[in-house]
């Protein structure tokens, strides 16, 4: 078994971007790795106090903002508000997601649990996009990432609701794509395999060991394992990749 690798070097140096759901999991080490490449980044999340720790960790380079992606207005303003933060705005990764409908087969969700992880994760990161775009456009190289999850692509049982909604984040990830490019704008998805994080404490020994036997590369899978993929797509020598997806799990699903 190998460890996971030093990220390789990528350089991000002036570039200003903002990560949703950055106060733990992927997204605070999407953050980390941010600062580290040289970029500016903002935090949005709904754990403040969390949050507000990161970025103060991470130095002047970063900076926290409160959002809430079940709320049209705050999102509106959480966007604006990181915008004027950096005095600008390069790239966007969509990473706030909830699952809430962990273990339950499709006949046990209640449909206020499905519509809360869609709200989330499909209407929130299509708004958080839409309040980006004037920003993005005007940077004349904005880059999009959005999170999607490898169990869109091989159907994980008994996470109905969470399944749906990241299929639904790659197809519109191609739609954004479509739509956005004329403004200079890429579109891309990252498909992250089980990953060891706080939100996946959850997930039974079993899966994990689906998972761990399933990959082409036998090993866990911890956050840093994605950081260069989505750091290499916010970049500019990215600018023609769009609508595209990509797995990052070890092998476990080939795409």
């Known amino acids: 078994m190998t460890s996971p690798q030093a990220l390789p070097e990528i ?15 992927l997204g ?28 103060a960790e991470l130095g002047p380079q970063a900076h926290y903002i409160p959002m809430d992606l079940m709320d049209a207005v705050a999102i509106r303003a959480g966007v604006a508000a990181a915008a004027q933060a950096m005095s600008g705005l390069d790239g966007l990764i969509n990473n ?14 209640t449909a206020d649990t499905w519509d809360q992880v869609m709200d989330v994760n499909v209407r929130g990161t299509w708004l958080v996009t839409v309040a980006a775009t004037p920003f993005l456009a005007a940077s004349g190289s904005g880059r999009v990432v959005n999170i999607a999850s490898d169990t869109a692509l ?17 197809a519109m990830t191609r ?19 089980l990953t060891l994080v706080e939100a996946t404490q959850y997930v039974p020994e ?50």
Do not use: C
């Open 28 to 55: 605070e080490s999407f953050a980390r790795a941010l600062v580290a490449a040289g970029a500016q980044v903002v935090l949005a999340d709904v754990l403040h106090e969390r949050g507000r720790a990161v970025a």
């Open 11 to 25: 350089q991000l140096q002036g570039r200003k971007v903002l990560v949703t759901g950055a106060a733990r999991g």
């Open 175 to 193: 739609g954004m794509a479509r739509e956005l490019g004329a403004h200079g704008i890429t579109v891309n998805a990252i498909a992250p395999g």
């Open 96 to 109: 706030a997601a909830i699952t809430n409908s962990g273990g339950k087969n499709m006949d046990q969700l």
């Open 154 to 170: 091989w159907g994980a049982p008994r996470l109905m609701a969470y399944v749906a909604s990241k299929g639904a984040v790659i």
């Open 206 to 255: 079993d899966r994990h060991a689906y998972y761990l036997q399933g990959r082409a590369v036998q090993r866990p899978q911890v956050p840093e394992d994605v950081n260069a993929a989505a750091l290499f797509l916010l970049t500019r020598a990215s600018g023609f990749i769009t609508g595209q997806l990509l797995p990052v799990n070890g092998g476990f699903v080939m795409n």
